[in-house]
């Protein structure tokens, strides 16, 4: 767990230089409570990252090619989690690429 993590990393006083959240807009409003009292807390501003597009944004887009051409995307499934790939993995490559090397825990 991400949140378990963060508080090992600051109770062994390692370097941290940032906190980075990779927000779905899927997340629970009280999960977005729960990151706000945390930065509060800590006293540490939590970088918070988006995907360029929407969940809903990404459901309705038409397939281009292979066997589900002109089908939408619709719901995420065991072989073809996209949600996971276009609204974390993507958006977070694309932050940490600009960065440059860093250490990420």
Known sequence: DSA????????????????????????????YNIIDDFEKRINFKITRIKAEKTFEEYFYTVNQQG??????????YTLGAWCNSR?????AN???????EHKRY
């Open 4 to 31: 378990a993590m963060l508080l090992l990393i600051l109770e062994k006083k390692l370097p941290l230089n940032e906190i980075v959240f990779i927000d779905t807009g899927l997340e629970f409003k009280e999960i």
């Open 67 to 76: 066997k589900r051409k002109g089908q939408i995307w619709g719901f995420p």
């Open 87 to 91: 609204l974390k993995i993507a958006p």
């Open 94 to 100: 694309k932050y940490f690429n600009k960065l440059g």
